[in-house]
């Protein structure tokens, strides 16, 4: 019976991670969503964000990308300032591979497995990542996007990371009015 209950527990996990970017949307019920139709990046609020330059570009590359599928065009004279903000937090997970009696430390039995216990510990860093788009008239926060996930330490695979966060975040986009 353990043996199952091991495997769905596993299972579980497994089909969990595989959702690599949580999102989350918020808008004012008020906004005219489809008299919007250029955009440009708001310096001030790009500035603040407390990420290397590099990242900058990355996020902005994929929001200029993402808006452009939509319709959007750059402009001098925007509808919407398109604005970023981010935080990150490492996760330190500990797993206890508990093969016997006791808590996991020496020698113990088990009908499966004979061996010592082992603890591992893995460590990632998790993003996330809010676009924010202001009414560049009014200026008011009219849509706000959040997506977290895991993120990559490889230069190679940073520029795909960050599309797909933009990419699930901006799904979102415009809201789903009812």
């Known amino acids: 019976m353990k043996f199952f209950s091991l495997l769905s527990?596993?299972?579980?996990i497994t089909l969990s991670s595989c959702s690599s970017v949580r999102v989350a949307s918020d808008?004012?019920?008020?906004?005219n969503f489809n008299s919007y139709k250029s955009y440009a990046?708001?310096?001030?609020?790009?500035?603040?964000?407390?990420?290397?330059?590099?990242?900058?570009?990355?996020?902005?590359r994929?929001?200029?990308a993402d808006m452009s599928a939509k319709g959007f065009t750059k402009s001098e004279n925007p509808d919407v300032l398109v604005s970023i903000f981010t935080?990150?937090?490492e996760?330190?997970?500990v797993y206890q591979n508990n093969f016997g009696w006791g808590w996991g430390w020496g020698w113990g039995w088990n009908p499966w497995i004979?061996?010592?216990a082992q603890n591992t510990v893995s460590r990632t860093t998790e993003g996330t990542l809010y676009i924010d788009l202001i009414d560049a008239s009014k200026k008011e926060l009219i849509w706000q996007g959040m997506g977290t996930a895991a993120l990559t330490k490889k230069v190679d695979k940073k520029q795909e990371k960050m599309n797909e966060i933009v990419s699930a975040i901006l799904e979102k986009y415009p809201p789903e009015i009812k």
């Open 41 to 60: 990046f708001f310096k001030p609020g790009i500035d603040q964000a407390e990420i290397s330059d590099l990242d900058k570009k990355r996020i902005l």
């Open 114 to 116: 004979w061996g010592p």
């Open 9 to 12: 527990l596993i299972l579980i």
């Open 87 to 89: 935080k990150t937090k």
């Open 62 to 64: 994929a929001i200029e």
């Open 27 to 31: 808008y004012d019920k008020q906004a």
């Open 91 to 93: 996760n330190v997970n």
